[in-house]
């Protein structure tokens, strides 16, 4: 039983009579007795009983203007699920990011989606490296996905790019160090200062702006909030965004560093169309450049 049976049986029920559904569904009446005929052929039973005022379902028939009840009901449901979709009133979206950007910019990504969309839910998977990253993205785990953008000459995977911005990297530090530092701070000399580092996975250098080496890393943490609790706390320095380290003001202090370092963000997902809920938060992203 398909969709415009099931709909050509329940409205002839409800009406009554062949006459009345027909006109309710605006055909002609021999189109619509024709229809219902071919219904019964193709389950092998009368469903109706024609009587002088019109037509009532057999017992076999009430069984099945139930099942077709249900089957409306079902299409009228998937109906409304896509165009909640469609609308940005439901959806889920899935993020793949790179650990280090999971509170900026991210957080302030999804933000500005979730003001217009507030029934958009969200699920993350973190990754500790780009490469990690675009492999989620490139074999459909996630729909988008967020890392650092190399200065390689390119990649291979063919996803597409969206630049966001460009992050400066400072130095926090705790108001107790701060005496004696030069503002800004020069580059090489962050080397041998007592440093707090977000752990890496693979190994452990840890380099800023590509070629300086970390030579005093006082304290491995796993999480980016870990990092700035420690710093706050005195025991040591970190790099972090500048957005990020200006929030612990006064318990530490963001000095640039010079040469500036600067950290590019962006988007990738693969070619083809975006989910509305992947399209909806392009928009929101390329919007805030």
């Known amino acids: ?48 009983k024609r009587t002088a005022r019109g037509v009532t379902p057999t017992p076999v028939g009430l069984a099945v203007v139930a099942s077709a009840r249900k089957l409306l009901a079902d299409v009228l449901r998937a109906e409304d699920a896509v165009t909640a979709v469609i609308e940005l009133r439901k959806g889920e979206l899935s993020l793949a990011v790179q650990s280090d950007l999971a509170i900026d910019p991210i957080a302030r990504l999804t933000g500005r989606l979730h003001a217009v969309a507030p029934e958009i839910t969200f699920s993350t998977l973190a990754a500790a490296t780009p490469q990690e990253v675009r492999a989620l993205v490139r074999d459909g785990s996630c729909e988008l996905g967020f890392v650092e953008r190399s200065t390689s000459s390119g990649t291979s995977d063919a996803l597409r790019e969206i630049m966001l911005d460009a992050q400066e990297t400072v130095l926090s530090i705790p108001a107790g160090l701060a005496s004696g530092l030069a503002d800004p701070v020069p580059l090489e000399s962050v080397k041998d200062l007592p440093m707090i580092v977000e752990a890496v996975t693979t190994g452990h250098v840890y380099l800023v702006g590509r070629a300086v080496k970390l030579e005093n890393v006082v304290v491995e943490v796993t999480d980016r909030l870990a990092v700035r609790e420690m710093v706050s706390q005195g025991v040591g320095m970190a790099l972090l965004p500048r957005s990020i380290a200006e ?17 590019e963000t962006i988007l990738v997902h693969r070619d083809g169309a975006l989910s509305p809920a992947g399209a909806a938060f392009v928009d929101q992203v390329t919007s805030a450049r």
């Open 1 to 48: 039983m398909d969709i415009r049976s099931a709909q050509y049986l329940v409205t002839v029920v409800e009406q009554g009579s062949v006459t009345a559904a027909a006109d309710v569904l605006r055909i002609s009446q021999p189109s619509l007795s024709q229809a219902i005929r071919g219904l019964e052929r193709t389950l092998g039973t009368t469903l109706l």
């Open 247 to 263: 929030q612990d003001s006064p318990a530490s202090i963001a000095r640039s560093l010079h040469p500036p370092v600067t950290r």
